[in-house]
Nanobody, 124 residues
Framework: QVQLVESGGGLVRAGASLRLSCAAS????????MGWFRQAPGKEREFVST????????IYVDSVKGRFTISRDDAKNTVYLQMNSLKPEDTAVYYC?????????????????WGQGTQVTVSS
């Protein structure tokens, strides 16, 4: 059974940092693109970042560029999202996902496996 389990969320003040982890089990995703998405209350799920399955090339939504960094450790079958300089508008449930593609993608339709999400709350 394939599982993606996120961890590392929490309640922090604006300007703080958090590192989210997404541990995969049940199969390896070393050649799959991986992504992070988030959903704030009353809003649709939005793309945050993705990383290529081969080259580690990345894409970020404009609102997090320069503050968030996605990375992967294929030996651990784990993807990370380092979030610095957090803002209240970053408050959301953060989901990791594994794509069916190798190339980085922001399209939710390319993602087959999803985690259950981890809450990130940033107070002002």
């Amino acid at each position: 059974q394939v599982q993606l389990v996120e961890s590392g969320g929490g309640l922090v003040r604006a300007g703080a940092s958090l590192r989210l982890s997404c541990a995969a089990s049940g199969r390896t995703f070393s050649r799959n693109a991986m992504g992070w998405f988030r959903q704030a209350p009353g809003k649709e799920r939005e793309f945050v970042s993705t990383i290529n399955g081969f080259s580690s090339s990345t894409i970020y939504v404009d609102s997090v560029k320069g503050r968030f960094t996605i990375s992967r450790d294929d030996a651990k079958n784990t993807v990370y999202l380092q979030m610095n300089s957090l803002k209240p508008e970053d408050t959301a449930v953060y989901y990791c996902a594994a794509a069916t593609t190798n190339w980085e993608t922001s399209d939710t339709l390319d993602y087959k496996f999803w985690g259950q999400g981890t809450q990130v709350t940033v107070s002002s």
